[in-house]
C-alpha cells in the first residue's frame, strides 16, 4: 500500500470508540465503532481492488519495480483485510498451506509443469 493509503488507514483506525477508564460504551458509541470498523473494511476492500489494477497497469508496462509493489500491496491489504474480518494471520498462513497442498493433491497444473505450489510451501513453511 502506498505512503498515502497507510496514512489513511491510521486515519480510520481513529475512528474507533476508545473504553476510557474502563467503562461501558454507551449504545451510541457501540453504534459509532460498527459504523466505523464497516467503513474501515469497505476502505480496505477498494485498496485490495485498487492494486489489482496497478498490478495489471504495470504488468501492460512491463514495470518489475511497479509489479513488486502492486503484489506487496495486495498481499499486505489482504492480511490486513483479513485480521480485520475476524481472520488471525497465523491462520491465514495456515489456510493458504493448506490450499496449496489441496492444489498439489488436486494435480494443479502450476504444480504439475512448474512446481510453483510446492516452491511457495517450502517458502511458507521457512518463513
Known sequence: MSGTALEQLTDLRA?????????ALSQTERDLD????ARLIEWLKSEVVDQ????FKAMWD???VRIADSLAGLIAGSYILGRRLGVSYRDLDG????????LKQEGHQLEDHYQDLSALEEHIRKR
Open 34 to 37: 460498527v459504523a466505523g470498523r
Open 15 to 23: 475512528v474507533r470508540s476508545p473504553n476510557v477508564g474502563g467503562s
Open 95 to 102: 489456510a493458504i498451506a493448506d490450499k496449496l497442498a489441496k
Open 62 to 64: 512491463g514495470s518489475a
Open 52 to 55: 489489482v489494477s496497478r498490478l
